[in-house]
């Protein structure tokens, strides 16, 4: 079983923002996951500025993307021991955490 650190999970109406938002994701090595709207930073290639490309991550989706569309990063939190310890979900395009 594959191992992931973050999420993103969409929902885009516009299909040529969508398809801008999936190239983006893949310019910084993220995987599609299945067939649904959702990648994947793996585990095995997690870096240690999540944050930054989580808010940078941020401000691509507020700038390009409409009031509608919904961008979740979902965020594993883990122990020395690589065990699951807590999961933080932000929706990149509001205020929500």
């Known amino acids: 079983m594959k191992q992931y650190k973050s999420l993103i999970i969409y929902t885009v109406a516009n299909s040529l923002l969508k398809k ?7 310019k910084y090595g ?3 996951v299945g067939t649904q709207d959702i990648f994947a930073l ?14 940078y991550l ?5 700038k390009h993307l ?13 122990n020395e021991e ?3 310890t807590a999961m933080l979900q932000t ?3 509001s205020e929500e955490e």
Request: aromatic residues 8%; without cysteine.
């Open 20 to 26: 801008n938002l999936e190239d983006e994701l893949e």
């Open 30 to 32: 993220l995987e599609r």
């Open 42 to 55: 793996p585990l095995e290639e997690y870096r240690t500025k999540v944050q930054a490309f989580k808010a």
């Open 58 to 62: 941020r401000a691509y989706a507020r």
């Open 66 to 78: 409409d009031s509608q569309d919904t961008v979740l990063f979902v965020e594993s939190r883990m």
């Open 82 to 84: 690589r065990t699951l």
């Open 91 to 93: 929706n990149l395009t």
